[in-house]
């Protein structure tokens, strides 16, 4: 039994009230997808990473648990300190276990491409949410580069086992749905061909696999592909050193004070050290076109990852069409995007949100679940999400959390500023993204109890 269930058998729900203006300057933790990166990548490099500003959240530490089963030196040096000393490209030992990535829908598929590459058995599971996600997705590419993927649920669901490739073949894949998941297990996996693995996405997707292998000494070539793609070449077989990573502040935890903010009346919270990389910003261009204040001040970046501070003030919002076209770069974000579409006035239309379903619930199922049994009026049309934004929300609803860490902080923020307030069932998943997120907001001024 994972951690994670263990938690689900004994929920902690929690309720938040209307609360009085938010104020004080938080920096919310590492971002999840550099510090999953940071821990494969230095355990296939030669000689030692350090990485600081880690994120301590259950999702990366099964991440780096996996990393020492396959047998890199994994240690904690301090808080958020880490350092990795790794085994070289296709260096992977066989793991004297299954591999447990508990709710981790990233860890679990970087993990899976980084060992097809490697001629190692692994077996790969998760909790009940990661087992109902599919994985036929990476594991399609992975086959036509040599891996060969033993029993499996149906769907390739977890858990599974994996033969990686003694020999991997380069491959040039085209992704079938932009995924930086995808993108980014075939590009570990063409860690250990020989020659040039090519992804080609129609959408880009987030690049921190990209800048980061850049960063350890690959060579790697991103150009643009038709209006919003891009090809990525990576050239095999290369020696990657260990590496200093400095993990800014995950934007798509930010998101949470920052709509918290934004509806909670006579707000005013600076954010500090937030990523502000280009394919990771739309939900700011989205809250900004709604018509919210959020000043801006440039700090430097760090291993090719830019990043800013904000200052976030209370703002009287209006419904606005997201375009289909925008999700890549705010997937993880439409939950609490419709947060704050329900205090807007007006209608919040957002396309093309096929991708929420296969997250580690039906987002788009439980955010108009969320919204409904709040009061607000939501209507999910195909793929799109239809939000009725009447300037304030009723609240007084129960949310299912679904094992979904967003779901709960979304509601959460919503009960800050609802007439009635808002309980969730169970805040046990909060702790895989952002584990201090009930303290943070508490400090802010949130009320919950
Ligand atoms: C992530 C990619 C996204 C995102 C996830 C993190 C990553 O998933 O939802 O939280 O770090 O690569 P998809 O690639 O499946 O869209």
């Known amino acids: 039994m994972t951690h994670s269930?263990?938690?689900?058998?004994?929920?902690?729900?929690?309720?938040?009230?209307?609360?009085?203006?938010?104020?004080?300057?938080?920096?919310?933790?590492?971002?999840?997808?550099?510090s999953h990166r940071a821990l494969i990548l230095g355990a296939l490099a030669v000689g030692e990473t350090r990485v600081s500003g880690l994120l301590e959240g259950e999702d990366v530490l099964n991440t780096a648990k996996a990393m020492r089963s396959l047998g890199a030196k994994v240690e904690r040096t301090g808080p958020f300190a880490w350092s990795v000393r790794g085994v070289g490209v296709a260096g992977f030992a066989q793991p004297p276990a299954a591999l447990d990535f508990g709710n981790s829908g990233t860890g679990c598929r970087l993990v899976i491409g980084a060992v097809a590459g490697c001629p190692i058995r692994a077996e790969f599971d998760g909790d009940a949410s990661l087992r109902s996600r599919p994985m036929r997705r990476v594991l399609d590419p992975l086959e036509l580069m040599?891996?060969?993927?033993?029993?499996?649920?149906?769907?390739?669901?977890?858990?599974?086992?994996?033969?990686?490739?003694?020999?991997?073949l380069p491959i040039v894949y085209r992704t079938p749905v932009a995924s930086a998941q995808i993108k980014s297990a075939v590009l570990l996996a063409g860690l250990a061909a020989p020659g040039v693995t090519t992804?080609?996405?129609?959408?880009?997707?987030?690049?921190?696999?990209?800048?980061?292998?850049?960063?350890?000494?690959?060579?790697?070539?991103?150009?643009?592909?038709?209006?919003?793609?891009?090809?990525?070449?990576?050239?095999?077989?290369?020696?990657?050193?260990?590496?200093?990573?400095?993990?800014?502040?995950?934007?798509?935890?930010?998101?949470?004070?920052?709509?918290a903010a934004l509806?909670?009346?006579?707000?005013?919270?600076?954010?500090?050290?937030?990523?502000?990389?280009?394919?990771?910003?739309?939900?700011?261009?989205?809250?900004?076109?709604?018509?919210?204040?959020?000043?801006?001040?440039?700090?430097?970046?760090?291993?090719?990852?830019?990043?800013?501070?904000?200052?976030?003030?209370?703002?009287?919002l209006r419904g606005v069409e997201v375009p289909p076209e925008r999700a890549p770069s705010m997937i993880d974000e439409y939950l609490v995007l419709a947060v704050a579409a329900s205090f807007a006035e007006g209608t919040t239309i957002m396309r093309g949100l096929h991708e929420l379903r296969v997250k580690e619930s039906d987002r788009l199922a439980a955010t108009a679940a969320m919204l409904r049994v709040n009061g607000v009026k939501v209507e999910i049309s195909d793929d799109d999400?239809?939000?009725?934004?009447?300037?304030?929300?009723?609240?007084?609803?129960?949310?299912?959390?679904?094992?979904?860490?967003?779901?709960?902080?979304?509601?959460?923020?919503?009960?800050?500023?609802?007439?009635r307030p808002v309980k969730v069932d169970d805040t046990a998943f909060i702790a895989t993204s952002f584990p201090d997120f009930i303290p943070m907001m508490r400090s802010l001024g949130a009320e919950f109890s």
């Open 146 to 168: 040599g891996a060969r993927v033993g029993a499996s649920q149906q769907g390739g669901r977890l858990p599974l086992t994996l033969d990686g490739a003694r020999d991997p």
């Open 5 to 34: 269930e263990r938690l689900a058998d004994d929920p902690t729900p929690l309720e938040a009230r209307q609360s009085g203006p938010l104020t004080g300057n938080v920096r919310v933790p590492g971002d999840k997808s550099i």
């Open 385 to 419: 999400l239809i939000v009725e934004g009447r300037g304030h929300v009723e609240g007084g609803g129960l949310v299912a959390t679904h094992m979904d860490h967003r779901i709960a902080m979304s509601a959460l923020v919503m009960g800050l500023a609802s007439d």
């Open 263 to 316: 509806i909670v009346e006579g707000s005013d919270i600076v954010l500090s050290d937030v990523m502000t990389n280009p394919l990771r910003t739309g939900l700011l261009q989205t809250l900004r076109e709604m018509g919210a204040s959020i000043e801006q001040s440039e700090l430097r970046g760090d291993a090719g990852e830019p990043m800013a501070q904000f200052r976030v003030r209370a703002s009287k």
């Open 199 to 259: 992804v080609i996405e129609t959408e880009a997707s987030r690049d921190h696999t990209e800048l980061m292998l850049k960063h350890f000494g690959a060579q790697i070539v991103s150009t643009p592909e038709g209006r919003h793609g891009r090809r990525i070449d990576l050239t095999g077989q290369p020696e990657l050193h260990g590496a200093e990573v400095v993990v800014p502040a995950d934007p798509s935890s930010a998101a949470f004070p920052m709509v």
